[in-house]
């Protein structure tokens, strides 16, 4: 089975560009996860989607930083305009939300680097 | 609110000794309790997990965690370490459908 797939795997883009990363969750799974990792951080969460809509976006740095989630197959982070610091490994995951505990499944990350 | 500390960024360990990566925990209510790896420029696959089960859970490539509610803690145990262990740890955890909480990882590296 195809597991979470992201796109670009890596990005250098200037100050200022608009950025988008891509996700395509699992199928089947009805949560959507957008992590951050930096060395600094760690792994933060920026946003959630259950069934496509937006759940928790507490985690989004500002208002920079955007996310949608059109369908239940696709899943956009966008940052405009990009600064330097948000530099990172962004991480899309996915879990299906039959029962609790399941588990979320990691992608294997969009490294961005902003010169 | 939830909450994971990881005793130690960075644990070094020979070849064939124990591996124990710490890992405590803060939870209002029953956690789950994961553990991940990461191996270099990829993406955090799963090595164990607890949900409410039995307290000793075993998982992939001979690792093993131990939760205890006493003391909040779900430490990482492995009896004979490999070079192939290598990575970065995470511990993390979550309740009912809610995302995870992770900690800020111990990187393992293992001495020939």
């Known amino acids: 089975d195809a597991g979470v797939i992201q796109s670009p795997r890596h990005e250098v883009t200037e100050m200022g560009q608009e950025v988008t990363l891509r996700c395509k969750p699992i199928?089947?799974?009805?949560?959507l996860f957008w992590y951050r990792q930096t060395m600094m951080r760690g792994l933060e969460l920026l946003i959630y989607?259950?069934?496509?809509?937006?759940?928790?976006d507490s985690g989004m740095p500002e208002d920079r930083f955007s996310a949608k989630m059109p369908n239940a197959s696709f899943s956009t982070l966008k940052i405009q305009p990009s600064e330097p610091r948000d530099s990172a490994v962004y991480f899309c995951?996915?879990?299906?939300?039959?029962?609790?505990?399941?588990?979320?499944?990691f992608g294997e990350g969009s490294w961005l680097t902003v010169v | 609110a939830q909450s994971v500390t990881q005793l130690g960024s960075h644990v070094s360990v020979s070849e064939g000794a124990l591996v124990l990566l710490r890992c405590n925990y803060s939870?209002?209510?029953?956690?789950?309790l994961f553990w991940y790896v990461q191996y270099p420029n990829q993406g955090l696959q799963l090595l164990l997990k607890y949900t409410s089960a039995a307290t000793l859970v075993k998982g992939i490539n001979g690792f093993e965690a131990e939760f205890k509610k006493s003391e909040t803690s779900f430490h990482l145990t492995k009896p004979s370490a490999h070079m192939s262990d290598a990575a970065e740890y995470f511990c993390a955890v979550g309740a009912g459908n809610t995302p995870l909480v992770f900690g800020k990882g111990t990187r393992l590296s293992v001495i020939a």
């Open positions: 939870s209002s209510v029953p956690p789950y």
């Open positions: 989607f259950n069934n496509n809509v937006p759940i928790d």
């Open positions: 995951a996915s879990r299906q939300d039959s029962h609790s505990g399941n588990t979320i499944y």
């Open positions: 199928s089947g799974h009805n949560s």
